[in-house]
């Protein structure tokens, strides 16, 4: 286990989003101009004026879900939120420990969370990306920049996902638990796990993203012991390719019409509130939902900086200091890079 005159970085990735209106832009250019991301013949030459020419154009579509949400994401006020819950359970757990958030699109950026690290003057560290299910176009991702840019030589651990784990699954169970019981008769309320799509071409190449958020939903609804029908549905599809399926949107006409009327919504690939769930679900879905007929539509919080949520990812990094030292190279499935429609989706 950690060793107490050992101090610990931990670094928690995450995408990032826009903190104003006149971020969204140039957020949206550094998505696309993601070489795990983006990746065509001639990439070098192309991608930056790609980018600028997706990121202008976009920026334009997607301003109204950021003004619904009061005009920027909240994402970093989260992350950071976690970040000091974090550092402050780890210290109460005798560990010695020092947090930093590393965004890949938006400040703070990765090259700033290592200049915090190397002031800090840690002796090991573990990299926590905050994405419950591993896809090479999220955690693959953040952690391909990191390699890129680190190049300290103390002992590294990874955290890869955590969906598994029974900590965290009770950090959300608490969430839908605390839905549930805003519906008159809980057990007649419908759950719809809602998590971010993917283009198909992504899973088809053999991202683990889909069975990964599949084994999420049963392990949940194992774990809580609930009664209630449920169902998967995927959200924030951008583009013309094939995504997975049900949308979120086509989830919502099928309980229409299957007269289902009490419906909770549960954000199951998220651990912070930003506009996939303030602005797509908690508005956006919620205002077609009524439209629809549906008369009561709840959805499950954030898990944010709940303290079932800190001690959870305090356990990851406990378990993280007791495994193995492996060295910090790419985990992103080779060859993996994911179709351009991916960026617009990230949203957040």
């Not at 006020?77 to 699109?105: I, K, P, S």
Request: hydrophobic content about 40%; glycine content about 6%.
């Amino acid at each position: 286990m950690a060793n107490p005159t050992r101090r610990v970085g931990v670094v928690l990735f995450q995408l990032g989003g826009p903190d104003t209106l006149a971020a969204i832009e140039p957020f949206l250019y550094n998505l696309f101009c993601d070489p795990d991301i983006i990746d065509f013949p001639f990439a070098r030459l192309g991608r930056k004026p790609l980018a600028k020419l997706i990121s202008t154009t976009r920026a334009r579509r997607v301003q109204h879900h950021y003004a619904t949400i009061g005009g920027g994401s909240p994402i970093r006020r989260f992350t950071e939120r976690q970040a000091r819950a974090l550092q402050a359970e780890l210290e109460n757990q005798g560990v010695d420990a020092r947090c930093f958030v590393a965004m890949r699109y938006w400040h703070p950026f990765t090259g700033e969370a290592i200049t915090q690290l190397e002031a800090a003057r840690c002796d090991e560290l573990v990299l926590l990306p905050l994405y419950p299910q591993y896809s090479s176009t999220t955690v693959g991702s953040s952690l391909n920049e990191w390699n890129r840019l680190f190049h300290g030589d103390f002992p590294v651990r990874t955290v890869a996902h955590f969906y598994q784990h029974p900590m965290y699954l009770d950090a959300v169970i608490e969430k839908i638990e605390d839905a549930l019981a805003r519906f008159p008769v809980p057990e007649r309320a419908e759950i719809v796990f809602s998590a971010h799509s993917v283009p198909v071409s992504v899973i088809v190449k053999g991202d683990p993203y889909q069975r990964q958020i599949e084994d999420t939903v049963r392990l949940l609804m194992q774990r809580g012991g609930w009664k209630n029908r449920h169902r998967l549905c995927y959200q924030s599809k951008v583009g013309a390719s094939k995504w997975l399926q049900p949308s979120l949107h086509r989830g919502l006409h099928d309980l229409a019409a299957e007269n289902v009327r009490e419906v909770c919504i549960v954000p199951v690939a998220f651990v912070s509130d930003h506009v996939e769930t303030l602005g797509e679900i908690d508005h956006e879905a919620r205002e077609e939902a009524y439209r629809l007929g549906i008369t009561q539509f709840e959805m499950s919080a954030g898990l944010n900086d709940s303290p079932k949520f800190i001690s959870a990812l305090a356990q990851l990094v406990r378990e993280a200091l007791g495994e193995a030292v492996h060295s910090c190279i790419p985990i992103r499935l080779s060859g993996r890079q994911a179709s351009p429609e991916v960026l617009a989706a990230a949203g957040d």
